[in-house]
C-alpha cells in the first residue's frame, strides 16, 4: 500500500534516534567549498547496490532509471526491497558497517538522524547541478538539509488536500471548490445545515491530526522551532502562533463533530468516516482515495473532488509533504556512480514520465508539480497545487522523539477540545522542544 511510508514514519525516526551511535557531527564524503559537477565517470564491471523501501517506487520505475543508468555508466546494479519491521535498525548497522549499501531509500523526515551520526555523504558542492535547474520542493528540500548542508536529494512526496464529497455537496448547494477560506467556510456551514445527524461533520478534522493542524499555524506566519546560533526554540508561543492554534480551534470546533476533538485520524479512521457519508470532506493524500472507495464501493471518482485548504491568509495553507528522498552511504566506495544515479532518478524526465505518469506520486519539483497540475484530473488537480505550498518539521535528528511521544498529538488535542488554552499548551510544547531538540550526547 502507498501509505506504508507515512504510517511508518514516527516509529522509523524515533528508532533511528535511539539506535544513533552519538552525537558526532555530519557525514563526510563529498563535502567542501567549491561547486562540483556530478562525474561521468564509467562503471563498467563495477555493481551498484540500492536499498529501496517496499511500495515507495513501482518495479516499473525502477526498472526506467537502472536502464538509464547503465547506460550511461555500464554499471550493473544490485536492488535490495527492504521491509519496513526493523529497518531503522538495519539501516543504522549497515551504514555503520566499511560496506554499506551505496544509494538508499529514505524518509524525508529521517535524513537529519542519519546524517547526524556521520551515516551520509554530504552533497553539498553538488546540489545545483543535482537540482538540474529545478526548484525542489521545501517540504522534501529542508529536511534533506542539516546545518545548511545538503544531505538527501529528493526523490517523490505525497501532498494532503482536501478531498470531499462532491455529491454531497451538490445536494446542499454547493457547486465550485471554495478558492478562498471565506468561500470554504460558508460552503461547510451549508453542508452541515443539510446534513443534521449529531455525529455529522462537514469537515471531519481530528483533534490530534497535528499535521493538518500545523497548516493553521504556518498559514498564520508561525512556526514549529526556530533555530539560531546552534540552539532551538519552540514557537508555538509567538504571537503568530497563537493566532494559528486559535483559528485551528475556531475551525475544528464549527466543523468536526464534538467526539473529534481528542481523536485521532486512524481511531476512528477518518477515510472510514468519510467513506461512511459521517463526513463532508477531510485532508488526506491522493494515494488514499483508492482506500475511500474500497471502503465504499458506492464512491466513484464522479463523486469526489479536491482542493488545497485556503487560508486566512488569503493564499493556500502551506502543508507538510511525506516523502522519499536519496541518500549516499558516506562510507560507499562508489559514490561517483550512486551521484549519477541520484542525479538520474532526480530529472526532469524520470518524475515527470515515471513518478508521477506511472507511481502517481507528487513530483519533487515545483516546475514539474506545475506541469502534472496542468494536465491533471479535476479529482487529482487540488494535490499537486498543493504540493506547491509545503513546508517541514525541524531538520533535527530528535524531533521524531516529540511525534513518537505524541506531545505535537496532545497540544492539538488540548487545544480543540479546550481542556487547556492555546497560550497553556503552547508553553507545554514549546518547553518539550526546548528540551529535546537541544539535547546533547
Excluded at 499537486?384 to 505524541?406: G, I, N, Q, V, Y
Aim: net charge positive.
Amino acid at each position: 500500500m502507498k501509505h506504508s511510508r507515512f504510517a511508518a514514519a514516527g516509529v522509523l525516526g524515533l528508532a533511528s534516534v535511539l539506535t544513533l551511535t552519538a552525537c558526532n557531527g555530519s557525514g563526510t564524503g563529498g563535502s567542501g567549498g567549491a561547486e562540483q559537477k556530478v562525474s561521468a565517470a564509467k562503471g563498467t564491471g563495477k555493481t551498484l547496490t540500492v536499498w529501496v523501501m517496499q511500495d515507495d517506487y513501482s518495479p516499473e520505475s525502477l526498472k526506467a532509471v537502472k536502464r538509464e543508468f547503465t547506460e550511461r555508466t555500464g554499471a550493473k546494479v544490485t536492488m535490495e526491497t527492504q521491509s519496513w519491521d526493523g529497518i531503522a535498525t538495519k539501516l543504522t548497522t549497515a551504514l555503520a558497517t566499511d560496506s554499506p549499501p551505496d544509494v538508499l531509500d529514505l524518509g524525508n523526515t529521517q535524513v537529519a538522524s542519519y546524517a547526524s551520526s556521520g551515516g551520509l555523504m554530504d552533497l553539498t558542492s553538488y546540489a545545483k547541478d543535482l537540482r538540474q535547474g529545478q526548484k525542489w520542493l521545501p517540504g522534501l528540500a529542508d529536511p534533506s538539509t542539516v546545518d545548511g548542508r545538503l544531505y538527501a536529494v529528493p526523490g517523490f512526496a505525497a501532498a494532503r488536500a482536501v478531498i470531499y464529497n462532491k455529491t454531497m455537496w451538490r445536494k446542499a448547494g454547493v457547486t465550485k471548490a471554495p478558492k478562498t477560506y471565506a468561500e470554504l467556510t460558508a460552503a461547510l456551514t451549508k453542508v452541515g445545515a443539510a446534513n443534521k445527524a449529531s455525529d455529522f461533520s462537514p469537515f471531519y478534522l481530528p483533534g490530534q491530526h497535528w499535521a493538518a493542524g500545523l497548516q493553521f499555524v504556518w498559514d498564520a506566519g508561525g512556526e514549529i522551532a526556530v533555530q539560531k546560533g546552534g540552539k532551538w526554540t519552540g514557537g508555538f508561543s509567538s504571537a503568530e502562533a497563537q493566532t494559528g492554534l486559535a483559528a485551528f480551534r475556531k475551525f475544528q470546533n464549527a466543523y468536526s463533530a464534538p467526539a473529534s476533538r481528542t481523536a485521532d485520524p486512524q481511531n476512528p479512521d477518518q477515510l472510514q468516516v468519510f467513506a461512511d457519508g459521517k463526513a463532508g470532506a477531510i485532508t488526506a493524500t491522493s494515494g488514499q482515495i483508492a482506500q475511500i472507495e474500497k471502503a465504499n464501493p458506492a464512491l466513484t471518482d464522479a463523486d469526489l473532488g479536491s482542493f488545497p485548504l485556503p487560508g486566512a491568509s488569503g493564499a493556500a495553507q502551506p502543508v507538510m509533504l511525506g516523502g522519499a528522498v536519496w541518500g549516499v552511504a558516506a562510507k560507499s566506495k562508489q559514490q561517483d556512480l550512486a551521484l549519477q544515479w541520484m542525479k538520474i532518478a532526480a530529472s526532469p524526465g524520470i518524475q515527470d514520465k515515471w513518478i508521477v505518469g506511472h507511481d502517481g506520486w507528487n513530483p519533487n519539483s515545483a516546475e514539474a508539480n506545475q506541469k502534472a497540475m496542468s494536465r491533471a484530473t479535476p479529482l487529482k488537480k487540488g494535490f499537486f497545487e498543493a504540493a506547491l505550498h509545503s513546508r517541514a518539521t525541524p531538520a533535527s535528528p530528535r524531533w521524531a522523539s516529540l511525534e513518537a511521544d505524541k506531545s505535537v498529538n496532545h497540544l492539538f488535542s488540548q487545544v480543540a477540545s479546550g481542556t487547556k488554552s492555546p497560550a497553556d499548551a503552547a508553553r507545554v510544547f514549546d518547553t518539550a522542544v526546548d528540551k529535546a531538540l537541544n539535547a546533547t550526547g
